[in-house]
């Protein structure tokens, strides 16, 4: 039996680049085409975060970036739910030594949900995502019933191994 609450409003969700490469934009950007299809879960991409209820960021903190952040988290309406995605967002990353960043994005804004990876796999965002909407449904019913710095850490799928073993042998491209 599902544990996953009924949901009473679609979750909108805005995403924030906040010092990204790119590479989680473009896997994110994936979730919303056909093949990945995230809106069959009634969640929708909006660009104004005075209409979403979950902020997905990308990227790490830097000391100019920060406040910019800020500003967008406060637009959004409460309840909301963060999302971290990919390890810069998570800790900076790669870049997180750089003499400019502060590091993952939980450095200024609380955080719910972390998707680790490098870039993300767009089926641990989805996994991400679903998570977040049920923390926001929590959120709605029962603010204090969700205790802040108790965030889900999303594990990315495990499930390549045993694709890579199902594709036939001479499928698989051989080193030059
Ligand atoms: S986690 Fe990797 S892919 Fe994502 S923004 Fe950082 S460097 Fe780019």
Not at 78 to 103: E, H, Q, R, W
């Amino acid at each position: 039996m599902s544990t996953t609450p009924k949901l009473s409003k679609s979750p909108w969700v805005v995403h924030f680049n906040c010092n990204s490469c790119n590479g989680c934009d473009i896997e994110f950007l994936a979730l919303l085409t056909p093949h990945y299809d995230v809106e069959r879960f009634g969640i929708v991409h909006v660009g104004n975060p005075k209409h979403a209820d979950v902020l997905v960021v990308t990227g790490s903190v830097n000391h100019r970036n920060a406040r910019v952040l800020k500003n967008v988290y406060d637009q959004i309406p409460d309840p909301k739910v963060v999302v971290a995605m990919g390890v810069c967002a998570s800790t900076g990353g790669i870049f997180a030594d750089g003499y400019n960043v502060l590091g993952g994005i939980a450095k200024v804004i609380p955080v719910d949900v972390y998707v680790p990876g490098c870039a993300s796999r767009p089926e641990a965002m989805m996994d991400g995502i679903v998570k977040a909407a049920v923390i926001l449904e929590a959120k709605r019913r029962n603010p204090k019933a969700v205790q802040a710095g108790q965030p889900v850490v999303v594990r990315t799928p495990s499930a390549a191994p045993a694709a890579a073993a199902a594709i036939p042998q001479k499928e698989i491209p051989q080193p030059c």
